[in-house]
Structures are given as structure tokens and as C-alpha cells.
């Protein structure tokens, strides 16, 4: 039911924007950009420590999709608008990440068991670009096809853990938390309309027992690193 809530939610979220750029005009519906990406995820908290955190077959498959609006193409009065809206977007991701937990001294009969964390986040991110971008192909030959960017934001997302022997989940019922993002990556231009991006951000979370041991420490964090190829639809059609 949460998933089929956050899906629902994010399809919403799709056909405004799709409608709202037709309400606006066709300019406006150019700066709509619908994707996929997919990476790597992985947690750190009380059983991960910063050295393992960063091992790369630690990591676990993640995947989603997004939707990316471009504050562009709007044909504003005076430059520093102009500038803002070649350099400024927002992002909103429906993501299924995996992580995995591993107890480590932390009580003596659950020594070396194993947790494999799922969750499933609905996040927004405004992300800025060092240089003037365009998911316009043809603006952008003008100038630079690809950009740096940082990025920040929040989320919600549900979660749960299973047993990675046995199978059986922690939780009768997946809990929900909140996340802030920070992150930052590469953009380029691939031809007019689509655009491919590498990333990598850090989520931290606003729970504790995101790996079933709550300490009462610092929340517990987890990270996604991946690519993603977006598609402007008008662009691509009116190319």
C-alpha cells in the first residue's frame, strides 16, 4: 500500500508538470525532462564504519526514476533572471535503494549476523549548475554541452530489514523517516533533448535504526551513487 501511495504520488507529480507546461505554453513544456537511473547504494551507521562505507562490493543495485524541471526557456525581462534560469533545476526521484548491515561486537550472540536493508524514497533536490546548461542540444553547442552541479534537498522514505539468513523481516510494517540530501555530479548533452548525468549524494536520515541497532547515537546515513539518462519529449520531437 506505501509503495502503490509513493507511486501514486510521483505519477501525480509527473502529469502536473507535463500539464503545466502545456498550460504555459510550449516553452515552458520544453523544460520537462522524465528519466531513469539506476547506481549503487549503501548504509553506514553503528555496524559500518567509514573505510568499509566506501568499499565498492559493499555497495548494493539501486534504481528509479525522475523527473527533472529546468528553469529555462521562459524568456525573462532581465539578465540575472536569465542567468538564474539557465543554471537552476528541480528533481524529483522515486528511488529503491538496498543496503546491507552487518553486527559487529555490538551484542555477542548476534555477532556477524547479517541485515539487508530495503527502502523506498520519494525525495525532491534543486540542483545548480557551475556552468549555463540546457537540455537543449542546440543551446548548448552555443556554449558548454556538459556542466558540474551540486545539489540539495529532502525526502521521505519507508524502510524495513530482513534477516539475510533466515529471510524473515525485522518489522511487521515498514517504518518511515525523513532524509536530507546533499550530492553533486556531471551533466551532458547527449543530442537535442536528452541529457545524461553521473551523481553522487549522501542521505542523512532522521533515524537511528535504519540497521536495527539503535544506540541513541547519530542518525544513520546512506549514500547512492549512479547515472541517469533523461528525455525531453518536446525537444525530441521538435528537433
Request: aromatic content about 14%; overall charge neutral; some cysteine.
Amino acid at each position: 500500500m506505501k509503495k502503490v501511495l509513493m507511486i501514486t504520488t510521483f505519477n501525480v507529480i509527473c502529469l502536473t508538470a507535463f500539464n503545466q507546461g502545456f498550460n504555459y505554453g510550449l516553452d515552458r513544456s520544453y523544460c520537462i525532462e522524465y528519466g531513469l537511473q539506476g547506481g549503487l547504494s549503501q548504509y553506514r551507521g553503528e555496524s559500518i564504519g567509514i573505510k568499509s562505507a566506501f568499499d565498492a562490493w559493499d555497495y548494493k543495485f539501486a534504481y528509479g526514476v525522475f523527473v527533472r524541471y529546468n528553469f529555462d526557456y521562459d524568456y525573462s525581462q532581465t539578465n540575472i533572471d536569465k542567468l538564474l534560469n539557465k543554471r537552476f533545476s528541480l528533481k524529483v526521484n522515486l528511488l529503491h535503494l538496498n543496503a546491507d548491515a552487518k553486527k559487529k561486537g555490538i551484542d555477542e550472540n548476534d555477532e556477524g549476523k547479517k541485515w539487508d536493508i530495503m527502502i523506498n524514497e520519494l525525495s525532491a533536490v534543486l540542483e545548480y549548475s557551475f556552468i549555463s546548461f540546457s537540455s537543449s542540444y542546440k543551446e548548448n553547442i552555443k556554449g558548454y554541452p556538459l556542466t558540474p552541479y551540486i545539489c540539495g534537498g529532502a525526502g521521505g522514505f519507508f524502510y524495513n530489514i530482513k534477516d539475510a539468513g533466515t529471510g524473515k523481516k525485522v518489522f511487521d510494517k515498514q517504518k518511515m523517516a525523513l532524509c536530507g540530501i546533499v550530492g553533486g555530479g556531471l551533466k551532458a548533452g547527449l543530442t537535442n533533448g536528452i541529457v545524461f548525468d553521473v551523481n553522487a549524494q549522501l542521505r542523512v536520515t532522521s533515524t537511528d535504526d535504519l540497521d536495527n541497532m539503535n544506540n541513541g547515537g547519530m542518525p544513520d546515513m546512506y549514500y547512492f551513487i549512479g547515472a541517469g539518462l533523461s528525455f525531453n519529449i518536446q525537444q525530441i520531437i521538435h528537433k
